[in-house]
């Protein structure tokens, strides 16, 4: 049975889609199940990930999964040209302390975006870079409304240091985060002007969400938009402190929602303690676990919570992470060690975002990126796959608003927003310029080199095996014995024996320099991963 026919034989004898829970998962772990178990947690699947976790049991795997990433070098100047040159930073230089004027804002926000898009192209097996993006959609700012890369940058430390750790943490550091106060204006909340965004942001989407048990009133953003009156940024620095001049000393009244809490007011620098009560009332609702279990399953399992699903994985997973004092990490060990994470249906259900789908393919193909020392290409080849990413409405750095991109949150469609008209064709014309031509920039091209990666493969001379391999690693997805027998068809060229391909792919091989054996084996393995990648199902992950 298919993908499709499994899934409408659910939906046809089911009113929910699965009862599995949090009960963690027994079986023997195969290939297909660390294959599932990396495609969710990393951007693609390379053959390297899948030889360091073999053999290893669940728990070992986890912890290797789970584990942080280093602090990676900052962003460089990589933009001096013939037609500018930064006075402020040489070019190599990180200008993450540099002065800033108008003529590098732009220069430097590309070259965080590419830097950050390198990182994630360049992940070890661990979930860290997937959960900063997930903090990124969460916290979400967008670098042309901050306008000054240097706080753009701390905010992304911010997140990469706590992507991790403990979530009351995160939120307590977010709220007084230089780039989140100018981005929401909270530097300009004051006890003579009060600014609610962020008050407001930090209850509708950062903490409990608008759901119908979210009954916080609008009072309660006024009253909380009063404890956040005081704090500062300073540009020069890219710091934020509080001043207590500026910070409304009054008590602020909450409602029954928050159990009419009373915030004392406070004076002096003794003011910025309100911001901890603050925090301590809001972590006080289930509903904050509640939300936030909410948003990791629908990044990482499916966009659908039905009755079952908010009973048996969300409530239990919000259970841990209250018992945890909001650590992340039990939250994350607990869904992906849990059978239902490892549910048939859970399997190859997730559009693949943008970001996914495009350093995914590169990873999963290990393509070769300009060296690290070739500074300038080493970006600009970085920032050519965040850009096909931004072209299918995802560009990393800048979601559509506060709220994220929609294929998040935005009911009913979900991760479906992702395909359209516009993005589906975009889609494959990257797949295709990838495995054909490639990009190509100051003589420094990127593509898929599809010899080498089927040459590292087991038994590349075997169509049958060289096609189940082939799948088992980029596909989430068993496919139909149909597709198989087209699939060897490319490689036969139409013929019928195994040979034929066979005897190609050893002829090549005697002796590699002769170009027409290597143009025999390149144009039908190009022909046959083209189809592959602009199947429906390499969408999915």
Known sequence: MDRRSFLSSKIRTSTFRTNTS???????????????????????????????????????????????????????????????????????????????????????????????????????????????????????????????????????????????????????????????????????????????????????????????KSNYTENDVKQAARVLTGYTVNSTTISSSFDPNKHDSGDKQFSAFYNNAIIKGKTGASGASELDELINIIFQQSETSLYICRKLYRFFIYYEIDDATEANVIAPLATIFRNSNYEIKPVLKALFSSEHFFDPVNKACLIKSPIDLCVGLCREFNISFPISTDIINHYYMHDYIRTQASNMQQNVGDPPSVAGWPAYHQEPQYHEIWINADTLPRRNQFCDTMISNGYTRNGKKINIDIISFVDSLPNPSDPNILINDSLSLIYAIEVSQDVKVFLKSILLSGQTTDSYWTGAWNTYKSNTTIAANRTIVLTRLQAMFKYLMNLPEYQLS
């Open 22 to 212: 949090l009960f963690p998962y027994s079986p023997p772990l195969g290939n297909s199940e660390i294959s599932h178990l990396l495609k969710r947690i990393l951007f693609g699947v390379k053959q390297s990930d899948l030889a360091k976790l073999k053999g290893k049991t669940l728990d070992e795997i986890l912890e290797l999964l789970l584990t942080e990433e280093p602090i990676p070098q900052a962003p460089v100047n990589n933009y001096n040209d013939t037609t500018y040159t930064d006075p402020n930073v040489q070019l190599g230089q990180s200008w993450v302390n540099a002065s800033l004027d108008g003529n590098n804002t732009f220069r430097r926000n590309t070259s965080l975006k590419s830097w950050w898009t390198g990182l994630m192209l360049n992940q070890s097996t661990s979930i860290h870079e997937k959960m900063i993006l997930f903090w990124h959609n969460h916290f979400a700012t967008e670098i042309v409304d901050i306008n000054d890369p240097r706080y753009s940058y701390k905010h992304h430390m911010l997140l990469r240091k706590l992507a991790l750790g403990n979530f009351k943490t995160l939120i307590k550091e977010i709220t007084i985060d230089p780039g989140m106060l100018r981005y929401l204006n909270g530097y300009l909340n004051n006890k003579t002007s009060p600014d609610e965004n962020y008050a407001r942001e930090l209850q509708e989407l950062f903490t409990l969400g608008k759901g119908p």
